[in-house]
């Protein structure tokens, strides 16, 4: 067999490969999932924690108001809101520079544990100096059709009954109700079961609605259905 023969059958070997690679089906292309912002939330977190530049500036942007409204619906002080929020950050970035860095832990939830302790401390110190009342920064679904008075009047209804919630009611009221968190998100910050959890805001809830009632029984209003 001539080298000029060899070659010509190589070469139609490689014809043959290449029209049957373009007779097989086309493979479809991978699905990628859009990433939820769950996950964005998270992604951002482990970029800060592996100390990655700028990354932990970008944290704070993100959630920055978020945590003030967080705060402010805890403590019901919007100037103390801001200084705990600017105090949690400072300390979740100790968190992610000191030792009890995890770079597998859940920054997210480090954060709002980190505020929600911050915030219990605050009104420990209030209850301290005898400081009985408390504002809340509630969001009501109110009509378009309610006038400025009956939007103001509702508001400080509801903040009167958030503020005799106990602490730890308010508390998850804030996280699930007007943070709209998941209840794995406020299990993993109280670090208890989803149960549990998912119990202890029913309660809440029913203490708020009880509350919520007596005011409007005591201003002649009929209770909500």
Same mark, same amino acid.
Request: charged share 30%; with cysteine; hydrophobic share 40%.
């Given at each position: 067999?001539?080298?000029?023969?060899?070659?010509? &059958?190589?070469?139609? /070997?490689?014809?043959?490969?290449?029209? !049957?690679?373009?007779?097989?089906?086309?493979?479809? !292309? +991978?699905?990628? =999932? +859009?990433?939820? $912002?769950? @996950?964005?939330?998270?992604?951002?977190?482990? !970029?800060?924690?592996?100390?990655? +530049?700028?990354?932990?500036?970008? *944290? *704070?942007?993100?959630?920055?108001?978020?945590?003030?409204?967080?705060?402010?619906?805890?403590?019901?002080? /919007?100037?103390? !809101?801001? @200084?705990?929020?600017?105090?949690?950050?400072?300390?979740?970035?100790?968190?992610?520079? &000191?030792?009890?860095?995890?770079?597998?832990?859940?920054?997210?939830?480090?954060?709002?544990?980190?505020?929600?302790?911050?915030?219990?401390?605050?009104? %420990?110190? #209030?209850?301290?100096?005898?400081?009985?009342?408390?504002?809340?920064?509630?969001? *009501?679904?109110?009509?378009?059709?309610?006038?400025?008075?009956?939007?103001?009047?509702?508001? $400080?209804?509801?903040? #009167?009954?958030?503020?005799?919630?106990?602490?730890?009611?308010?508390?998850?009221?804030?996280?699930?109700?007007?943070?709209?968190?998941?209840?794995?998100?406020?299990?993993?910050? =109280? =670090?208890?079961?989803?149960?549990?959890?998912?119990?202890?805001?029913? %309660?809440?809830?029913?203490?708020?609605?009880?509350?919520?009632?007596?005011? =409007?029984?005591?201003?002649?209003?009929?209770?909500?259905?």
């Amino acid at each position: 067999m001539t080298t000029a023969t060899l070659a010509e &059958g190589s070469v139609q /070997r490689v014809r043959s490969a290449v029209v !049957a690679r373009n007779q097989a089906p086309a493979r479809p !292309a +991978p699905t990628v =999932q +859009p990433r939820s $912002e769950a @996950d964005e939330d998270q992604a951002l977190m482990r !970029a800060a924690q592996a100390g990655e +530049p700028t990354a932990f500036n970008h *944290v *704070v942007e993100r959630f920055g108001v978020r945590m003030l409204r967080f705060l402010e619906c805890f403590v019901g002080d /919007r100037a103390r !809101a801001r @200084d705990l929020a600017q105090e949690s950050f400072l300390r979740l970035h100790g968190c992610f520079r &000191g030792h009890e860095n995890q770079r597998d832990g859940n920054g997210v939830s480090l954060l709002y544990t980190i505020a929600a302790n911050l915030g219990r401390d605050e009104l %420990r110190r #209030r209850k301290a100096r005898r400081e009985t009342s408390l504002q809340a920064a509630a969001v *009501v679904s109110i009509t378009e059709s309610e006038s400025r008075l009956e939007r103001d009047e509702r508001q $400080e209804q509801v903040m #009167r009954s958030l503020a005799e919630l106990d602490d730890d009611a308010r508390l998850l009221l804030v996280m699930r109700e007007i943070q709209d968190m998941s209840y794995d998100e406020i299990a993993a910050i =109280q =670090q208890v079961a989803i149960g549990t959890i998912k119990s202890r805001i029913s %309660r809440a809830r029913l203490a708020f609605r009880d509350i919520w009632c007596r005011h =409007q029984r005591a201003n002649g209003d009929r209770s909500p259905s």
